[in-house]
């Protein structure tokens, strides 16, 4: 739904309220948070390269970091979340 995605705080990466995506395709440089950890608004949880530009992802909002499902190096589009929060 384009009603539940924003930008602006995810520098640069779409966001569905607990749903962290790639902006665009392109490659997972490094997670900085684990399963299970708690995370602050706007804290770093993602680096993305796309397009030969680094994204620094930002949690959305506080919560609790409920799965991760890619690993540093991996190829990631734009349709399955990277991170699933608990906010």
Known sequence: NADDTTNSSAGGAALAKDKIFAPMPGKVVKILVA??????AKQPIVIVEAMKMENQVNSP????VKKINFKDGDQVGT????IELDI
Do not use: S
């Not at 909002?61 to 609790?64: C, D, E, I, P, T």
């Not at 349709?79 to 990277?82: G, M």
């Open 35 to 40: 399963e299970g950890d708690e995370v602050e």
């Open 61 to 64: 909002a506080a919560g609790k």
């Open 79 to 82: 349709d399955i979340p990277i």
